[in-house]
């Protein structure tokens, strides 16, 4: 049973930086793609990141490129979300989830319900 557990949220003022962990367990981490989500108040799951497993691509939401960074260590079977430059916007709780697909695409690694596993999530709160 693949299990993922998320961590490092918290409270942090605009403009601040968060990093995010989710640990994976069950399962190499290597056969999996990752992708982290989030909810934010009254809204739906929206997709922030995802990296392959296959070749280690990367995707981000437009509203989050340049400013976070996903990354992965295998060794540790752990993946990390680098959160900089944070914006009241920013305001969710967080969800790393898996799928087996590794290979995944620009205009579609974001789609909600491809991924298997889900982390319970991690707040994060950007406020002044």
């Known amino acids: 049973q693949v299990q993922l557990v998320e961590s490092g949220g918290g409270l942090v003022q605009p403009g601040g930086s968060l990093r995010l962990s989710c640990a994976v367990s069950?399962?190499?981490?290597?056969?999996?793609?990752i992708a982290w989500f989030r909810q934010a108040p009254g809204q739906e799951y929206e997709g922030v990141s995802c990296?392959?497993?296959?070749?280690?691509?990367?995707y981000y939401a437009d509203s989050v490129k340049g400013r976070f960074t996903i990354s992965r260590d295998t060794a540790k079977n752990m993946v990390y979300l680098q959160m900089n430059s944070l914006k009241p916007e920013d305001t969710a709780v967080y969800y790393c989830?898996?799928?087996?697909?590794?290979?995944?695409?620009?205009?579609?690694?974001?789609?909600?319900?491809?991924?298997?596993?889900w982390g319970q999530g991690t707040q994060v709160a950007v406020s002044s």
């Open positions: 989830a898996a799928d087996q697909d590794t290979q995944k695409y620009s205009w579609s690694w974001d789609l909600l319900y491809q991924y298997d596993y």
């Open positions: 069950g399962s190499t981490l290597d056969h999996y793609a």
């Open positions: 990296i392959s497993s296959s070749d280690g691509s990367t």
